[in-house]
């Protein structure tokens, strides 16, 4: 009996291991490749082991050729829109939708609600058309035609997504758990709504906040559907996402190797690959409470 | 909660003799507060969801480029093209790759918290692991994916030739691009399913298998009678969201297969994307967002509805 369970756990670890290094191996070959030329990648398909550190696949992702700045700072940009005004949206709302109670805020937040159960699809094509036909922009006159109104402009980039009712959710909750007699004092002792929020919730939202900031910033860095599909032509305006996954099969040309080198520069794709994951991974490893205690948010109070 | 905290903190309530606005401003102040905040953020949800909902089914009925000219009603001719050509293979594939992703990410992450849930060490390190493909860019991961299974240079056909085998391409077998897109949305998927499995498992208490083992349970007993039936909430979660969501996969087939050996691994999604961006078809794609939100909102709330009654039983 004893051997059986024994075999039993060992085959169990190995699962666990073997899946673990399932896991990791594209991301330890991808980091590894990185680092090869030519020759040491094309040595050895099964693990390209460098022989010596060559930097040459990350240096050239910092030259003009590649416009990592620009998506970095475009990215950048959008992300910082979208904490903050879907923060302020979420922590305004929740308290509305937790703390006051008035006729309709119950019908209020169903129809918010409503949009959680319809996929994204929906709504970006009318959002695409309205974005492309709005009056006045883009070379569009005041019915909207002739243009190409705010797509491929900064706008379509910004506009859309700027009230999120999962975090509305989210912060609902977290006021429920927040114990009525912090806000009553304060209000006893002569607060309006501003400095209740302000003053007493804030420091106590500390939490659930982190957590919005930090799925708003995976989930802004890695956005690739919205921007191909309003900013496809315009590479000025590329994000991350985007202008990487356009940029990572060309890494023979701008490498300016002469031709029939390569199709495809693998330690290159696979430099900028690494480089442009690792903020992500760097937050997740630094925070990852955070991640956790939001993935089960959503999950155990959605 | 019965009284809010601004109900309960009030001090003095306003003279009978003030002025009736600033009375009608003091006991309506909650409903003022409440309008002041959600009207924005009504009219903005209006404008880029209520609207937007309604126009799609609007223009599922229309044939439009959405360029130029006015919609044009054409009833319900772009559902039934929905009925011809690739589009059945194409809805066929996409419930293919939605049920066999989740249910084996499903099974295999459920697998591995019960595994990290026991005393292992570094469980850290493995739960980081898993979850990491979750949080890169599908975009660049799937365009490295591509990478491997390109025909003439592709890493896979590399390792092929070291070995001395034929190189294989990859690319025109409908059933090796399917496994490809299959096992890239696993990587990708199982981590967030991992997370929130050990998540549940760690809220069962110790005792209760302690109690289980005096009765004489083995192991298999107890994942079978108290481990599965605990877990039930999230696991239907899990299914739910995952469902919706591998029912949604487009990177992995935009760039790894664009739509596989003759529509062999295209998908709803990426269809829609088609008809809509590249031809410019908004009346066709709009018909298929509706199929897309009907099948989804149809398999959340029957999932809802088991759930539901799951815990009336429980």
Redesign the interface.
């Known amino acids: 009996m004893h051997t059986r ?1 024994r075999f ?1 756990r060992v085959l ?2 190995v ?2 291991i073997g ?2 290094i399932a ?2 191996i ?2 330890i070959y ?1 980091a590894l490749g990185s680092f090869c030329n030519f020759e040491d990648f ?1 040595r ?3 693990m390209p082991i460098p022989q010596r550190l060559y930097l040459e696949n990350y240096r050239v992702l910092f030259t003009p050729k590649v416009e990592l700045w620009r998506w970095t700072i475009n990215t950048l940009i959008r992300i910082v829109w979208y904490i903050t005004i879907p923060g302020v ?1 979420a922590v ?2 929740g ?2 939708f937790a ?7 119950d019908g ?1 937040f169903m ?2 609600l409503s ?1 959680m ?14 974005l ?2 709005w009056p006045g922009v883009g070379g569009n006159n005041w019915l909207g ?1 002739g243009g190409h109104g705010f797509i491929n402009e900064w706008p379509s980039l910004l ?5 999120n009712v999962y975090y509305i959710f989210l912060l609902r909750q977290t006021y429920y758990s927040i114990p ?6 304060a ?2 002792d002569g607060a309006n ?1 501003l400095r209740v929020l302000w003053d007493v919730y804030l420091p106590m939202l500390k939490p659930a906040i982190t957590v919005m900031i930090i799925f708003q910033f ?1 989930a802004i ?2 956005d ?2 919205w921007p191909l ?1 309003v900013s496809a032509s315009n590479t000025k305006i590329f994000t ?3 202008g ?2 356009r940029t ?2 060309l890494g023979a040309s701008i490498k300016g190797l002469p031709q029939g080198t ?3 520069d ?1 330690p290159f ?2 430099a ?2 690494t480089l ?2 690792l903020p ?2 760097l937050l ?2 630094r925070l ?1 409470e955070y ?2 205690e939001g ?2 948010g959503f ?1 155990l109070k ?1 | ?1 019965s009284a ?6 009030i ?1 003095t309530p306003p003279h009978p003799q003030i002025g009736g606005f600033a009375r009608w401003r003091f006991r ?1 102040r ?2 003022i ?3 002041l ?2 009207t924005p ?2 009219l ?2 209006s404008l ?2 209520l ?3 309604l ?2 089914l609007y ?1 599922s009925f229309t044939r439009w480029n ?3 000219g006015a919609p044009k009603w054409v009833g319900i001719a772009n559902y039934r093209t929905y009925l011809t050509q690739s589009y059945p293979l194409i809805m066929f594939n996409t419930l293919m790759f939605a049920l066999i992703i989740l249910a084996v990410q499903t099974s ?1 992450a459920f ?2 918290a019960v ?2 849930n ?1 005393k ?1 060490v570094g469980r ?1 390190l ?8 979750t ?7 799937a ?3 591509f ?1 491997f299974i ?1 025909p ?2 592709g ?1 896979l056909n ?2 092929l ?2 070995l001395g085998q034929p190189i294989v391409i990859w690319t025109m077998s409908a059933f090796w691009m399917r496994i490809a897109v299959i096992i890239y949305s696993i ?1 990708r998927g ?1 981590g ?1 399913p991992v ?2 499995f050990l ?1 549940a498992l760690q809220g069962i208490h110790r005792e209760i298998y302690e109690a289980a083992m005096v009765d004489g349970a083995r ?1 298999r007993d107890m994942l079978l009678y108290i481990t599965i039936p605990l877990l039930r909430p ?1 696991i239907l ?2 299914l739910v ?1 995952g469902m ?1 969501g591998s ?2 996969i ?2 992995a087939v935009l ?1 790894m297969t664009k739509g596989g050996p003759s529509n062999m691994t295209n998908v709803m ?1 990426l269809q ?2 088609n008809d ?2 590249v031809n410019t078809n ?1 009346g066709l ?2 018909a ?3 199929i ?2 009907v099948l ?2 149809w398999f ?1 709330t029957t999932n809802m509805r088991l759930m539901s009654r799951g815990q009336a039983e429980a």
């Open positions: 369970l039993g169990m670890y699962l666990l899946g673990s896991m990791a594209p991301m991808a094309y050895a398909p099964w949206v305004l709302a308290y509305v703390r006051l109670r008035f006729r309709g805020r209020a129809f918010l949009s159960m319809m996929p994204g699809i929906v709504f970006w094509i009318p959002t695409y058309i309205m492309a036909r035609q506009i859309p997504g700027l009230v009525l007699d912090f806000e009553e004092a209000r006893v709504t995976v860095w890695n690739y559907q599909i991350m996402a985007l990487v996954q990572l099969l390569a199709i495809v693998y794709a696979f900028l690959a442009v994951s992500t991974i997740f490893l990852q991640f956790v993935v089960q999950a959605g | 909660m809010t905290a601004q109900e309960r903190a001090v309506h909650q409903a507060e409440g309008w905040i959600l953020i009504l903005y949800y880029f969801f609207f937007p909902v126009s799609n223009i959405g360029i130029q295999l697998l591995i595994l990290l026991q292992v850290g493995y739960r980081a692991l898993w979850y990491i493909p949080l890169t860019s599908a975009a660049v991961t365009q490295v994916a990478a390109s003439f240079d890493v590399g390792l030739k070291a990587w199982v967030g997370v929130l998540a192991e999230m979660f899990v969201t919706i029912f949604q487009f990177e760039l999604l829609i994307y809509a961006f908004m794609a709009a298929g967002a509706v897309m939100a989804l909102l959340s």
